[in-house]
């Protein structure tokens, strides 16, 4: 596969051998394959083998894909919940080299030791996040399953939006959200669908409660579609009623501002943190700096929060084909709040700018 | 809080100072409350600190819970999934002695390293899994809510059964379990959905496709409600049209036959092998040994699949007021199996022996 000779070549250059890939999206990037444990040995000599506790399953197609070009498939007896018998396995199937790589941001310390134990001829050193990095830039078969996700969760959000909403729970309208994504073809939601209404609008990480939905309220959504692995966000703020309040429309313009800067910043060769600055800075302007988050954005693909960050912290610019949100949000502590997340791909002004893949309105509509 | 109170006894008994309790299950049982990210610092001195990346929330319920009690409560600024920031933080809220127990089947490698170079100062140890050895056996609050999730399970499953069945997608049917669920009460599914049909029946992992049931075909259903964090788990097998075959009649009893056994095992004392060993003999007896899977069952609790493990290697005895699942089941490549999973609490055969949380029938329906 494509994608494992390219992992290959960069870290046998770094000077690696062997490696072992443990976090679970990193696997299903490398092989296809999701299942739930299995671990994946990268060897020098492109002899690769999937340690799997079970045969590999995909989206209903089932495995084995063993014996599936260079991909070898074994699967692992006992319980390999227990790090032991995975490490044993592993050294038993393991390479004949001295340095195997790992993921030390994914593999627990006990983990790491029982490894360490089991395969003591291996000296084990870190793989870093070379896997990450290489999943950044997006292929076209990747961009074209996010591209189906955003389409599943546009329709989604849209069939909600010309149903009835006041009188409704929080929670019965997110699992009406998620049922019509499952209709559309989604594998599942991308991340637990968030919906809030009046105090609770625009609060980033709300569960869904009892509070039903009430004339006057501001009520912010944010869902996504699962699609061949592939997740997308979007969130959107409504407004209840015949008609917005000053506050509520003020609130929106600011944000809708904001998220239209970090939009307009996104284009390859800019700093991370500059598009995070770009939405940033209208909010703190108007005096809300107090009360936003750490990022205004993050890459997406295999998980719904992967690199790059866009925060003021974040190291490295951004690259054509790489996905991400921009998601900047107001929430004031008793009132409710604004929130407008989109999902957009990188792109080169010459190619018409950033692509936009949540294409729902963002006018302010009163519903 | 009592709980905390109790594992400080027992870890300074033990020579132990302060403790990181990390693993998200850990910090909820040990806090009260579910907030991604947090982690919990024990002092020594009895002041503990939830070290949290937002606002508390559990069900519904919106923090902060700081100065409840004995338990503070800090918010912490930045990026908390960059392992330095934490770290720092941690230090500077952390405890004046030299050595931490932190939880190491939790930590990864690159936490715990950014923990030791943020914090010089302290020595880290092991907690080992303290937290999950005393999150054994269950207290009366917490077999309350798993009570009232099993009883969720059963009315969710039971208006299934009322429904139509044939013509209808594994995903479809699983999609209506959780809305029902929801409906009458649950937080969530316990766990995804798994509905087989056919030649799907009885694999346990099996993802819910777009197969439709039919007549003729054994459907296995596993689910489970999320009550106030808690879990439980159902399995059952149904036979789909007028009538099942001798070979359906056949797998069904022996199946039947070996979870009984299973279930009539779990007494205080009894080892956690001999649990598996006596749900596992039946099946293997009848040359099904080779299909089946590593263990028999497990404990439920804050999470799905907690220790106890029921199966041929585990090592350790069976405690009143421990709940379990007891769930064998046989599938035949190509043809489908048969599953049947209940949730119980042991208890002495004083008190009438175990508790059966899930009580829908397991007469083989036809349905």
Redesign the interface.
Same mark, same amino acid.
């Given at each position: 596969m494509a994608r494992r000779s390219r992992l290959r070549d960069r870290w046998t250059a770094a000077g690696g051998e062997a490696a072992l890939v443990s976090r679970p999206a990193n696997v299903r990037y490398l092989t296809g394959w999701s299942v739930?444990g299995a671990v994946l040995l990268l060897g020098a000599d492109g002899r690769d083998t999937l340690l799997s506790p079970?045969a590999p399953?995909t989206?209903?197609r089932t495995g084995p894909p063993c014996t599936t070009g260079d991909l070898r498939c074994t699967v692992l007896? *006992? =319980?390999v919940?227990?790090p032991a018998v995975a490490a044993a396995e592993l050294a038993a199937a393991g390479p004949a080299t001295a340095l195997l790589a790992v993921e030390?941001?994914?593999?627990?310390?006990?983990r790491?030791?029982a490894l360490a134990a089991a395969a003591p001829r291996l000296r084990l050193t870190?793989l870093g996040r070379a896997v990450e990095q290489q999943r950044l830039v997006k292929d076209e078969q990747e961009l074209a399953a996010l591209r189906v996700a955003a389409e599943i969760t546009d329709h989604a959000l849209g069939e909600l939006l010309e149903s009835i909403l006041v009188g409704r729970t929080e929670?019965h309208l997110a699992?009406e959200l998620e049922?019509r994504l499952?209709d559309h073809g989604a594998d599942?939601p991308a991340f637990?669908t968030c919906v809030g209404t009046g105090r609770n609008s625009g609060l980033p990480?709300?569960?869904p *409660? =009892?509070r039903r939905v009430e004339e006057g309220d501001f009520l912010s959504v944010r869902l996504g579609a699962r699609y061949r692995g592939y997740r997308c966000q979007i969130g959107r703020t409504f407004v209840i009623g015949p008609a917005p309040a000053d506050w509520q429309i003020e609130l929106y313009e600011l944000v809708f501002a904001a998220q239209r800067a970090g939009r307009e910043a996104l284009l390859p060769g800019t700093e991370y943190r500059e598009v995070d600055r770009a939405a940033r800075h209208p909010l703190e302007a108007a005096g809300y700096g107090d009360v936003l988050e750490?990022?205004t954005g993050h890459g997406v693909g295999l998980e719904i929060?992967e690199d790059p960050?866009l925060?003021p912290?974040a190291m490295g610019k951004l690259d054509a084909c790489v996905p991400v949100t921009v998601e900047p949000g107001v929430h004031l502590p008793g009132r409710g709040g604004v929130r407008i997340d989109d999902t957009l791909v990188v792109r080169p002004q010459a190619d018409g700018g950033p692509e936009l893949l949540t294409i729902t309105t963002k006018e302010l509509l009163a519903l």
């Amino acid at each position: 596969m494509a994608r494992r000779s390219r992992l290959r070549d960069r870290w046998t250059a770094a000077g690696g051998e062997a490696a072992l890939v443990s976090r679970p999206a990193n696997v299903r990037y490398l092989t296809g394959w999701s299942v739930p444990g299995a671990v994946l040995l990268l060897g020098a000599d492109g002899r690769d083998t999937l340690l799997s506790p079970a045969a590999p399953v995909t989206d209903g197609r089932t495995g084995p894909p063993c014996t599936t070009g260079d991909l070898r498939c074994t699967v692992l007896p *006992g =319980d390999v919940s227990d790090p032991a018998v995975a490490a044993a396995e592993l050294a038993a199937a393991g390479p004949a080299t001295a340095l195997l790589a790992v993921e030390e941001h994914d593999l627990t310390v006990v983990r790491h030791r029982a490894l360490a134990a089991a395969a003591p001829r291996l000296r084990l050193t870190g793989l870093g996040r070379a896997v990450e990095q290489q999943r950044l830039v997006k292929d076209e078969q990747e961009l074209a399953a996010l591209r189906v996700a955003a389409e599943i969760t546009d329709h989604a959000l849209g069939e909600l939006l010309e149903s009835i909403l006041v009188g409704r729970t929080e929670r019965h309208l997110a699992l009406e959200l998620e049922r019509r994504l499952m209709d559309h073809g989604a594998d599942g939601p991308a991340f637990p669908t968030c919906v809030g209404t009046g105090r609770n609008s625009g609060l980033p990480g709300h569960r869904p *409660g =009892d509070r039903r939905v009430e004339e006057g309220d501001f009520l912010s959504v944010r869902l996504g579609a699962r699609y061949r692995g592939y997740r997308c966000q979007i969130g959107r703020t409504f407004v209840i009623g015949p008609a917005p309040a000053d506050w509520q429309i003020e609130l929106y313009e600011l944000v809708f501002a904001a998220q239209r800067a970090g939009r307009e910043a996104l284009l390859p060769g800019t700093e991370y943190r500059e598009v995070d600055r770009a939405a940033r800075h209208p909010l703190e302007a108007a005096g809300y700096g107090d009360v936003l988050e750490p990022g205004t954005g993050h890459g997406v693909g295999l998980e719904i929060g992967e690199d790059p960050r866009l925060s003021p912290a974040a190291m490295g610019k951004l690259d054509a084909c790489v996905p991400v949100t921009v998601e900047p949000g107001v929430h004031l502590p008793g009132r409710g709040g604004v929130r407008i997340d989109d999902t957009l791909v990188v792109r080169p002004q010459a190619d018409g700018g950033p692509e936009l893949l949540t294409i729902t309105t963002k006018e302010l509509l009163a519903l």
